[in-house]
């Protein structure tokens, strides 16, 4: 029972700074993370040097131990940038044209029926231009969207000249006025100088107001390269990730983003036209990690267990305290098989990290067992009262005097963490 409630203790009352080995024990697991999610390599190098030399130094968070907290640092490090919120490309109330650009087979011509559909129930205009100069069946391909959405389409002849293509535009618009225009155009399946050049042309006669890079989610490691040559050769206002409905971790986005350092809007969720949704850079991270749910577990652990110990000074630390905390571990579930999903968290754990259901079980049936009064100021359970206690939680005396003799020295110790700490009981810090 002591190691226990001494494991308990050290999670709840120390403050602690990470280690320079704490931090790089954690940060080879991340590498690992990251790369099997298919970030790109020099990507994920530079992520985890730079994540880690912020984290040295760091206090250990609340109820985390050193890894968790890492591993938070880690994952909020990811949401940021990933782009922090979720980000929405730029619209006037008229004269949107934007530009879908990317590799054949990225979705780009269902991205743009989908953008089309999305607009349109928020009460836009949407004109679709169908600007593949080479493929035929791709702008049937795109003509079928438009009428499956309701919303007119613009095919361009083969090998029509860009500045033909603007005067179309605009003779549609005279006669049928849009306020957002959305131009598809051709791809290749791979990088390609004379698409890249023609791509160019085109955007310099329609002086669009967003350049969306439509990139496969499942691309992995080559979706840096991609997205580097199409921002430096045509240039790119923001990206639209699709499938990700895939089986594809997300490190495509991570790759993407970093080297353009432009914001993602949108994600592909499946083929449907309604199958588009803003990009949550906080589930992606997640996912990036393999983690899921585990983080939101982390974080709603370190919220109850931050406002538990804002309130107090150390000193204060009462039995009340401690079945709160006991119960916001158990409430966790069995926490050591979740923490284990987390990559690499199993060796980042110390030993002995199992929390025992059945002592926590006991602990708090004792401590339910007393009076409010008795729970605040544990000095007045005297002989009587531990006997009154053990019987209404099935225990012994022996066990209620453990209990008691326990929590005084967590106290104790709280107090004396507190003075060497400077006093002042601070609470815990945020990073
Ligand atoms: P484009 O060559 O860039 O125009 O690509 P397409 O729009 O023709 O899409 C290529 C294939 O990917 C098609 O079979 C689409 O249905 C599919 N696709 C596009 N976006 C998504 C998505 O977000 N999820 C899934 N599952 N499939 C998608
Ligand atoms: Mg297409």
């Given at each position: 029972l002591g190691n226990k409630l001494q494991d308990i203790l050290d999670k709840l009352g120390r403050e602690r700074q990470l280690t320079e080995a704490q931090v790089k024990a954690s940060m080879r697991e991340i590498r690992m993370a990251l790369l099997e999610a298919d970030v790109n390599f020099t990507v994920a190098k530079d992520f985890v040097a730079r994540v880690g030399e912020q984290a040295v130094g760091q206090q250990v968070l609340g109820s985390l131990n050193a890894g968790q907290t890492v591993v938070k640092l880690v994952h909020d490090e990811l949401v940021q940038t990933l782009g922090g919120e979720s980000a929405q490309p730029s619209l006037e109330k008229s004269g949107n044209v934007w530009f879908m650009v990317g590799l054949q087979g990225a979705g780009k011509t269902t991205s743009a029926g989908k953008l089309a559909a999305h607009y349109k129930a928020k009460g836009r205009r949407v004109l679709l231009v169908a600007?593949?100069?080479?493929?035929p069946a791709a702008r049937d391909q795109l003509e079928v969207l438009s009428k499956q959405v309701g919303v007119p389409v613009l095919k361009v002849a083969d090998a029509e000249a860009p500045s033909e293509t603007r005067r179309r535009i605009e003779e549609h618009l005279a006669r049928d006025p849009r306020d957002l225009v959305i131009v598809d155009t051709a791809g290749r399946l791979q990088i390609d100088e004379v698409l890249m050049d023609q791509l160019a042309a085109l955007k310099a006669e329609l002086a669009p107001t967003e350049t969306l890079l439509v990139v496969d989610a499942m691309t992995g490691q080559e979706a840096l390269n991609v997205a580097q040559t199409f921002d430096a050769r045509i240039g790119v206002s923001g990206l639209i990730m699709t499938?990700?409905?895939?089986?594809?971790?997300?490190?495509a986005a991570l790759s993407a983003r970093t080297v353009?350092?432009?914001?993602?809007?949108f994600a592909g969720t499946?083929?449907?036209?309604?199958g588009l949704e803003p990009f949550y850079p906080d589930r992606v991270a997640g996912r990036i990690l393999g983690m899921g749910d585990v983080m939101a577990l982390i974080e709603r652990a370190q919220a109850a267990d931050l406002k538990a110990m804002e309130a107090k000074k150390p000193g204060d630390f009462d039995l009340e305290d401690l079945l709160t905390q006991l119960r916001q571990i158990r409430k966790m579930g069995p926490i050591g098989d979740l923490m284990k999903m987390i990559p690499g968290m199993s060796r980042a754990l110390p030993e002995g990290f199992a929390i025992d259901e059945k002592q926590l079980q006991r602990i708090d049936a004792m401590i339910s067992s007393m009076t409010v009064k008795e729970r605040r100021n544990p000095k007045i359970i005297d002989g009587s009262r531990r006997k009154r206690i053990a019987r209404g939680s099935g225990s012994t005396v022996q066990d209620i005097n453990k209990l008691l003799k326990m929590h005084e020295q967590m106290k104790e110790m709280m107090k004396m963490l507190q003075k060497m700490s400077?006093?002042?009981?601070?609470?815990m810090r945020m990073p």
């Open positions: 600007a593949d100069t080479q493929r499938k990700m409905d895939g089986d594809a971790r997300g490190g353009t350092g432009k914001p993602i809007y499946s083929e449907k036209i309604s400077g006093g002042g009981g601070k609470g």
